[in-house]
């Protein structure tokens, strides 16, 4: 049966891809030895950010639940029902690719979906394979969100989810500083390069090099950048501790306290929705003089 052979072939494809973990953090691991940088701090690090890996694996089951029911729902709504076959499947994948882009960029400029989920991603000051596996349970829950229209188009929700596999365990070889860049590689697809790009916190690099699998997404909408200077990591207030809960909640907290200080009702939506360096207008005034002061005093 053709549907089956694409999907299991599709399912074999991400746990291959998923897999380079196993190659590529040793040989990370031995290169960090030897440059002396494998001390307790980057331990603590690296294990902090392959400490979200329990929670997802205790939600893994809820969350697919939630994906593939809302698929259900909406594909039984579709005028028209897609096979499954190779053709399907590549149309299939390169519009996952696409949803991701949105996907991924309003995990970056909607400070609700950065502060509760992706920021998690970025919080990690250095960038290696265990970088990959530092992302929110939330992701889960939120993906239903992002991919309901291709269960509309008639795509099987098997099909979806199995693109949408094979697209997020390609992402795990991109973190590893252990690659440099491939030429024939970086200006079409997404490679460690981009994604150190993506990953660094200094101005030129922030808000680029959104997509999955794909780079042609952020040409065409202009977050496209070449790793043309060494990147730095983390984020631009550093969370500054690598314990399992701080990893996760550094930047709700911060969210609540924003939001509690919020002058009006307007403020507290334009925080919820708007980019994660928003702040109200009279907060940014007060932040501004108090520099200012700072200034004047040290001078
Ligand atoms: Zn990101
Ligand atoms: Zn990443």
């Not at 893994?60 to 499954?84: I, K, N, Q, R």
């Not at 952020?218 to 631009?236: C, I, N, V, W």
Request: overall charge negative; charged content about 20%.
């Amino acid at each position: 049966m053709p549907s089956l052979d694409v999907l299991s072939t599709l399912e074999w494809l991400g746990i291959v891809l998923g897999a380079t973990l196993v190659v590529l953090l040793p040989i990370e691991l031995v290169a960090l030895h030897r440059r002396g940088k494998l001390d307790w701090e980057r331990a603590r690090e690296m294990l902090a950010s392959a400490s979200p890996v329990v929670p997802t694996l205790l939600t893994e089951g809820v969350a697919l639940a939630t994906l593939g029911g809302a698929l259900t729902f909406v594909h039984e709504l579709a005028p028209v029902a897609l096979p499954t076959s190779w053709a399907t499947a590549v149309i299939c994948f390169v519009l996952v690719d696409f949803l991701y882009y949105w996907d991924h960029r309003c995990g970056h400029r909607v400070r609700l979906y950065w502060a509760v989920s992706h920021s998690v991603h970025h919080s990690s000051p250095v960038y290696d394979q265990t970088t990959g596996l530092r992302v929110s349970f939330v992701d889960g829950f939120v993906a239903a969100v992002f991919y309901w229209p291709l269960a509309i188009l008639g795509f099987e929700p098997t099909l979806v989810i199995a693109c949408f596999f094979v697209m997020v365990a390609y992402q795990q070889w991109l973190h590893t500083e252990s690659i440099g860049k491939i030429a024939w590689m970086d200006p079409w697809l997404n490679t460690p390069s981009n994604h150190r790009v993506h990953h660094a916190s200094q101005e030129r690099y922030i808000d680029k090099n959104y997509g999955g699998v794909l780079m042609i997404w952020d040409r065409l909408f202009g977050t496209y950048a070449a790793e043309d200077e060494p990147t730095r990591y983390g984020l631009t207030v550093p969370i500054g501790a690598c314990d399992p809960w701080t990893v996760h909640v550094a930047e709700l907290r911060r969210l609540i306290r924003d939001l509690r200080r919020a002058p009006s009702l307007g403020d507290t939506w334009s925080l919820l929705w708007r980019g994660p360096e928003w702040a109200p207008a009279r907060v940014t005034a007060t932040a501004a003089r108090e520099h200012d002061e700072r200034g004047a005093s040290g001078a």
